[in-house]
């Protein structure tokens, strides 16, 4: 059954489409590479603290384990990124954009 | 012919491609699937893997792929052989290879865990295929770069209201990093501020400067005696003095295409010479140092908003011009009438309006050859199909796709809102009548936004043209650099630890895109790097082709593109060479950098003709292996499952 839009509705629908296309062009790239700042800084403090986990042990394990309730539910993600086969064209410091 | 005619040509074209044969290979091939989890969704990580709407990632996307490449092939294509070959090609290729190349890569990524091209093709044709990947990369990035500075340097050599706007934009670069990162400031307020400055930089480069007239009252060019021409002039002249007013160096262009040509004080038209003097070298240094910045700083300190400030200007500029190309017929008829042949003839040649007459299968007076097939198909990569899009839409959006079914509108999408980009360059260099092909894109651009601005508009806008042309190229440049950096420290990082460094990295990667500015003809580095850009397109739709044939689907839609790519470039490699030894190398009376340089060059193609032979030979084996295969590979997912 497909539903009729009333005009409001088509063009609040139409205004949406556009902010997303404009922040997707002007904005997001600023937004990644601050999600991408903040990543490096909590890969470098899980690494600090449950680096053995991948091999690298760093902190004396009685800290470990008083932080490991907080860094529980991101341990799976941050393996999954550090141990992950990376190449530079991964990297979006390295994406030549405009050709 | 006039602009309104391009518009409805691309609209209906990008309409009938994009309904009637991108949706059906997308739903009868590749059978996307909204249910299936995209490597976004299965391994999340708030960075890499993220999924975002369709909309956002069109708009990215769009971003990633659209500036110089589209715009600067296009003029080129139009000034050798008219703007109708440059058409056709234009919508036929995006419509039947573009989209497919650029749709086709996120869709093997995401079908293979996000994986990039370069792991793919490692897995699915041979592991030598991502070293001679990278073998590409690199010389791509050579060649772009060596095209891009040359023109560039020449560009603010020729034209005294070019470089104040460069100059500002490199602060406002800065000035944009610094609050947005360090200041934390609105990203509205930001753009506001560094944009409109460098928008006004720009567009005031020609204030105060008069036209020169001869006794007839014709125009012969430019009296720079405005508070900013003159100063740039001034300095100019200041530089030279350096060695009295003597050229360092000259070198003579095949392919008459130097912007330093519409300088009489640069050029000697009865022997062809086009001097090299010390400021020109002095622009190149300033490009260089702009270029060191752009490698070596962190990105968000000066790349990135330079990109940024680059992006708006381009978006402007060619919005603005858009809305002139489409009421240039019902308000400015002159403006929007085609001053540019459809097809070059001998007649335009001999009054130097365009270059290779007759689809250039004849020798032109210099002996080189521009033959349509092949030249055109690598003069012309973006905007049509580029390899490049496939390499990091695999590695950029294909990591984002929140729905399998968003891969068509973003992946093909912006590919053909690339294209429309690309038309546009087209018509702005259609419309005016003389010059070569930077300054016939600057002068349309002109005469489009007096349609939109008023008559009085024209040199602003011709300004803002040139100021638009070097800020996409720049823009590109910059990046190109940082690239090649980290591709130099991966090659031969193991070997000689010092290309670790990023700073002898990026001084290495300058030395030689150098020798190649001074000892090479830029027409014909743009075409060697269309050439190795359309072998990565047809790289990735072989790898496309093999994928689909291990999978037992039928792979015609990326085959066929695969093999014109293949074949047309491995061609115009081969033209492009013997360019090179025909109009360079072996010609009396060239000086020894140009002869140097253009054995380089030469060398250059035949690396890159041999790394071609080996993938195609690769993709070949691998092919036929899958088509022998009965069963289907385990570790693959049939499509529509």
Known sequence: ?99 | MNTLWIVVIGAVVIYLAYNFYARRVDRMVIQTNSKRATPAKMYMDGVDFMPANRNVLFGYHFKSIAAAGPIVGVITAANLWGWLPALLWLVVGVSLMGWASDYSAIMVSVRNDGNSLGAISHRLIAPRTRVILFTFIFFYLLLVAGAFMGIMAALMDARPDVPFGILVLALMGLLAGQMLYRWKLDLILVTVVVVGVTLAAMILGPLGATTKLDAAGKPVGTNWVGPINSATVAFDHAVNQITGGKPVMSVVDPTNSDPRLSNPSLYNKATGQIFTLPSYLLWALFLLVFAYLASTLPIWRFAQPVNYIGFWITLLTIGFSAIGAVLAPFLKPAVGAFALPAFCSPANVAANVCQAADGGFQPLANGAFQPLWPMLFVTIACGAISGWHALFGSVGTARQLEYETDALPVGGGAMFAENTLALLSLVAVSIAGVGGGAARFAAGVGSLLSVVFGSGFVPYGTALGFGAFMVIVLTVTQLVFRVMRVTLSEWGGEAAPLLRNMHVSTLISMILTMALVLTGTWVYLWQLFGASNQLMAALSLLIVTVWLKSLHRNPSYALWPALFMYVTTLAATLVTAYNLYATIAIKPGMGALPVGGAWAMILISALLFVAALFIGWDSLQAYRRYAHEASTPATQVQPGD
């Open chain 1, 1 to 99: 059954m497909q539903i009729q839009l009333k005009w409001p509705e088509k063009l609040r629908g139409i205004r949406q489409v556009a902010r997303d296309f404009m922040y997707g062009m002007l904005g997001m790239e600023f937004a990644n590479h601050a999600m991408e700042m903040r990543a490096s800084l909590e890969s470098l403090f899980m690494l600090a603290t449950v680096g053995e986990m991948i091999g690298v042990p760093v902190l004396p394990p009685y800290y470990s384990l008083r932080l490991l309730p907080y860094l529980v539910p991101q341990i799976k993600t941050w393996k999954r990124r550090v141990l992950r086969e990376r190449e530079f064209t991964d990297e979006p410091d390295y994406h030549l954009e405009g050709l």
